[in-house]
């Protein structure tokens, strides 16, 4: 299955994604995780994303499309994937049925490549609740906390593998507000785009992690039929 999340900052896409990939069975790709490994290793990727990532600003499509063509080259995107945090424009989600369509995909009804685009609607008070509370695992175990909603028993460490947690630099007030402006401006029309393809299921994204993941998976074992 062929999914994409959608959503603002904080809407905790990167919180199901994992959940809905794993009951897909199909491997989870972030675009943002990918930009942050980047960072943590100081590739030359890295070094360029950087300071879009710390502005709030996109990180431009020339470097940002080739990481997406070539992972969904990786033998296991084959039979599916989840996108979280791609596309991020209408320009991206232009891109992304291209390589699809490169990739021998066959489009169905109104010429959609994907089976799904999950929009996660929550408002920009409870985002900035969530983002000034999130804690991430400094390892690469991709294990989210929220030091009120969902925080790690074990303190400052991460509950799975021990990893220390730490807080993103993207996630100071200022630079969410910014983010938020972006996601408005930039992110936002590639909602049309997928309703128009007769993709778009929409849902409400407040409330407990669980119910939420119950929504996301009920919408998307529907779209498997
Ligand atoms: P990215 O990493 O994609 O960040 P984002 O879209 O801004 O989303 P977040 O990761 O902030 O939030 P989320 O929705 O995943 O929420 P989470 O589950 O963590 O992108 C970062 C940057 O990379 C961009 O600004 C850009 O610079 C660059 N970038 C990435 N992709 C790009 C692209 N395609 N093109 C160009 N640039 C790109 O949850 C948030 C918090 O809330 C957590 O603490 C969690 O525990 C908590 N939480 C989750 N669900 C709930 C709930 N139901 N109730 C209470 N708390 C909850």
């Known amino acids: 299955m062929r999914i994409v999340l959608v959503g603002p900052p904080g809407a905790g896409k990167g919180t199901q994604a994992s959940f809905i990939a794993s009951h897909l069975d199909v491997p989870k790709i972030s675009t943002g995780d990918i930009f942050r490994a980047n960072i943590s290793q100081g590739t030359p990727l890295g070094v360029k994303a950087k300071e879009y990532l710390d502005a709030g600003h996109l990180v431009p499509d020339e470097l940002t499309i080739d990481i997406v063509r070539d992972r969904l080259s990786q033998p296991d995107a084959a039979g599916g994937f989840l996108l979280d945090g791609f596309p991020r424009n209408v320009a991206q989600a232009e891109e992304l ?74 996630d100071k007030e200022d630079v969410v507000r910014k983010r938020l402006e972006v996601y408005a401006a930039e992110t936002a ?3 049309d785009y997928y309703r128009e393809q007769g993709v778009l299921t929409t849902i409400e994204a407040a409330g407990e992690v669980q119910v939420i993941t119950e929504r996301a998976i009920t919408a998307v074992d529907a779209a498997r039929g």
Do not use: M, T, W
Request: aromatic share 6%; hydrophobic share 30%.
């Open 189 to 191: 029309p590639i909602i």
């Open 97 to 170: 049925d291209q390589i699809l369509a490169d990739n021998g995909v066959q489009p169905g009804a109104g010429k959609a490549y994907l089976d799904i685009v999950l929009d996660l609607e929550v408002d920009n008070d409870e985002v900035i609740k969530r983002i000034s509370g999130r804690r991430l695992c400094r390892n690469d175990s991709g294990h989210i906390f929220h030091v009120d909603y969902s925080p790690s028993q074990s303190g400052d460490r991460c509950d799975v593998c021990g990893g220390e947690l730490y807080q993103r630099s993207d």
